[in-house]
């Protein structure tokens, strides 16, 4: 890296002006740091991750599943997740946001992928983007980075695959499916992502990709030796019912706080507590 690029950054970032870019990823790689990142898909809840100090904020297609009520993310489109990353980058001063490229955004055609592509950064307010696949998805990478479009890739379970994977399962727990899957890592890697997602696999073989790249790794049900995690918010706050995988870990309960705090403004409204005079002008 160049010396007076890393000097310049440094000097913003102690002035609370630059974001997380691709480069203090790569470097936290190289220096044994771990890395996190989270799903946002609205301005309060990225603020709260920002002002954590988490590394990237990813706005997820899985929107459609924790946001919307979708039993899956298939239907989620571009104008949806245009809407929630200007939200998102609305909030977010000093993490990376990454905008994610929602089913049949990017199989169709290499010009659909990269015009797509595109309006995450020119009209999102994102820095990168995320897209799910292997070498099928090759091509679309190249064309991507050559655009000064910045890819992260996403393989694993691929919940966009749904359908021929029959369900969220973990993938590469055979010795071909593994090795095809160390594979694909150093496909999308070759092809110029700058860090790949490692979704539902077993961590022996997350722990073997992640050596074996040298952009990070970051994994959501791939155990502990990535490069870094990431997991969706509303698991994380314990907003999210419908099934809790065995990956997640809840780090509060807001959902039973939330309908305690509802049940008891009802309760309050019914028997004439609230408002009292203090919420009330004179
Ligand atoms: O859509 C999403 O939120 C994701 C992450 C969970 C990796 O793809």
Do not use: W
């Amino acid at each position: 890296m160049r010396k007076g690029y890393y000097i310049q950054t440094l000097h913003f970032k102690e002035n609370g002006m630059a974001k997380t870019t691709i480069q203090d990823l790569l470097r936290k790689k190289a220096e044994g740091k771990k890395i996190s990142m989270l799903t946002a898909y609205d301005y309060p809840f990225a603020q709260i991750i920002d002002e954590a100090g988490v590394d990237a904020v990813l706005v997820g297609d899985s929107l459609g599943v924790v946001v919307q009520g979708l039993e899956n993310t298939l239907a989620v489109t571009m104008d949806e997740m245009m809407y929630h990353t200007k939200m998102v980058s609305r909030a977010v001063k000093n993490a990376m946001v990454i905008g994610d490229m929602p089913f049949m955004s990017y199989q169709t055609s290499s010009e659909d992928c990269l015009r797509n592509a595109g309006r995450f950064l020119k009209e999102g307010g994102a820095a990168a983007i995320k897209i799910e696949g292997g070498a099928e998805i090759a091509d679309r990478i190249t064309a991507l980075t050559r655009s000064d479009i910045p890819v992260m890739a996403h393989i694993g379970l691929t919940p966009q695959s749904i359908h021929r994977m029959g369900g969220y399962k973990v993938q590469g727990k055979t010795k071909t499916a593994a090795r095809k899957l160390i594979e694909e890592a150093k496909i999308v890697e070759d092809a110029g992502a700058f860090s790949v997602v490692l979704e539902g696999i077993p961590m022996t073989l997350a722990r073997e990709i992640t050596k074996t790249l040298s952009i990070p790794t970051i994994g959501i049900g791939a155990g502990p030796y990535c490069d870094g995690q990431v997991l969706v918010m509303h698991d994380l706050l314990g907003l999210f019912e419908r099934f809790v995988p065995k990956f997640i870990k809840r780090y509060a309960k807001l959902r039973d706080d939330a309908v305690r705090a509802v049940r008891e403004y009802k309760k309050e409204v019914e028997e004439g507590v609230f408002p009292s005079e203090e919420q009330s002008f004179k």
